[in-house]
């Protein structure tokens, strides 16, 4: 079991930066993957970043080059970093970890960013 609380949330303008946390507790956090995801009202969960266990990452293509994804495992936390934040970037953003055929969901976290 694996217990997950996202923080870092909040209102920031345009062009401006925010830094989520995913920190975890429970289990052996290094062996899972960590998987930032976001859902705009009245739209799909969608994919944002994801970091393996091994630190790999990957990326949607509208964050490229502006979040970044990183792992503290002594700190069982993850890390999104949002820099040139833009108004379509607004929505609740959710961290997950998954291994073999577990997975688990924190509560999410509110990113508004105004024009």
């Known amino acids: 079991q694996v217990q997950l609380v996202e923080s870092g949330g909040g209102l920031v303008q345009a062009g401006g930066s925010l830094r989520l946390s995913c920190a975890a507790s429970g289990s052996i956090f290094s062996i899972y993957g960590i998987g930032w995801y976001r859902q705009a009202p009245g739209k799909q969960r969608e994919l944002v970043a994801r970091?393996?266990?091994?630190?790999?990452?990957n990326y949607a293509d509208s964050v490229k080059g502006r979040f970044t994804i990183s792992r503290d495992n002594a700190k069982n936390t993850v890390y999104l970093q949002m820099n040139s934040l833009k108004p379509e970037d607004t929505a609740v953003y959710y961290c997950?970890?998954?291994?073999?055929?577990?997975?688990?969901w924190g509560q999410g976290t509110q990113v508004t960013v105004s024009s």
């Open positions: 997950n970890a998954d291994y073999l055929a577990y997975l688990y």
């Open positions: 970091i393996t266990s091994g630190g790999s990452t």
